[in-house]
């Protein structure tokens, strides 16, 4: 019997993700995601590759658990802030999405991990 289709949903207006096996929701996590000057791009993607642990050679920081989605490298990936990513969701719609990522999807450390144990590289991921 084959195994059934991963595929991983981004929804941009929730910032939330969600992840399906076959018909069945497996996780749903809170995000963070593109700022307005760094969008997260919209549209079908598929895992191309995997990296744990993981250091942004752009920006200098921790992306661990990182599931890369476009070859310009947009990841989901783990939160690296010093603040509860729960603060930083509350910042970006209280105060202004300065406090997005630049066009990653941000998970806690827990969520992050989670996803990337799960998902595989070919995974289906849908922004929408």
Known sequence: MAP?????????TQQIVEAFE?????????????????????????????????????YNVQMDYALFFTHDGKALHQYHGVVPLSF??????????????HGCVRLTDADAKALY???????????S
């Open 4 to 12: 059934l289709a991963k595929n991983i949903k981004v929804k941009l």
């Open 22 to 58: 076959g018909g069945t929701r497996v996780f749903r996590f809170d995000c963070m995601t593109g700022d307005n000057e760094h969008p997260t791009d919209r549209g079908m993607f598929r895992v191309l590759r995997k990296v744990h642990p993981y250091r942004s050679r752009t």
């Open 88 to 101: 930083v969701r509350t910042a970006r719609d209280n105060i202004g999405d300065w406090f997005g990522s």
């Open 117 to 127: 144990g799960w998902a595989s590289v070919g995974t289906t991921v849908q922004v």
